[in-house]
């Protein structure tokens, strides 16, 4: 029997404040965003907006139904527009972030398990890392130089061959 292990480095900021004047406008940007999100079930306000590298801003933000499985993430809305907009083009960066009037809004925000497999295709379609910078309102912020980091041995098209 063999043993593997898999893990990986991100950098964590105390706060927004410490990040690079390009990050935190790009974080700036998503957080102000959130004001857009439809989330009229769990109040739970998520947006995600990217810069591509060709310098562009794409934004998505979660659309909740009242049928659960209907809803889209704010992730896989902002890709969905980058598809029709800008078809192919590689992500550079992508900020998320959240709003709950509800609760804690503190701690940084991750992909669900949907969305790190939809952004961990995109890095494959574009041949492109996408960093992510991922924060709550306030507090720390994680800054994760690939995607594909937080979907270990994740299902790609090779694994249809």
């Known amino acids: ?9 991100y950098e964590v900021f105390a706060s927004a404040n410490e990040l690079s004047k390009e990050d935190k406008a790009l974080l700036d940007a998503a957080r102000e965003f959130t004001a857009s999100a439809y989330a ?4 739970f306000h998520v947006a995600a907006v990217a810069r591509l590298t060709n310098g562009e801003l794409v934004k998505g933000t979660n659309q909740e139904n009242a049928s659960y499985p209907v809803g889209t993430c704010a992730e896989r809305a902002l ?9 192919n083009e590689p992500i550079e960066t992508m900020a ?3 709003h709950n009037p509800n609760g804690s809004n503190n701690a940084p925000a991750s992909p ?3 969305c790190r497999q939809a952004l961990r295709e ?3 379609r ?11 309102r306030e507090g720390k912020v994680y800054v994760i130089p690939k995607a594909s980091m937080l979907l270990p041995l994740g299902f790609t098209g090779d694994d249809l061959k």
């Open 1 to 9: 029997m063999a043993s593997e292990n898999y893990s990986f480095e």
């Open 40 to 43: 009229p079930y769990s109040n």
């Open 79 to 87: 890709l969905g527009s980058l598809g029709a907009l800008f078809p």
């Open 96 to 98: 998320i972030t959240y």
């Open 112 to 114: 669900c398990g949907m």
């Open 122 to 124: 995109y890095e494959t």
């Open 126 to 136: 574009t041949n492109h890392s996408i960093r992510l910078v991922l924060a709550g």
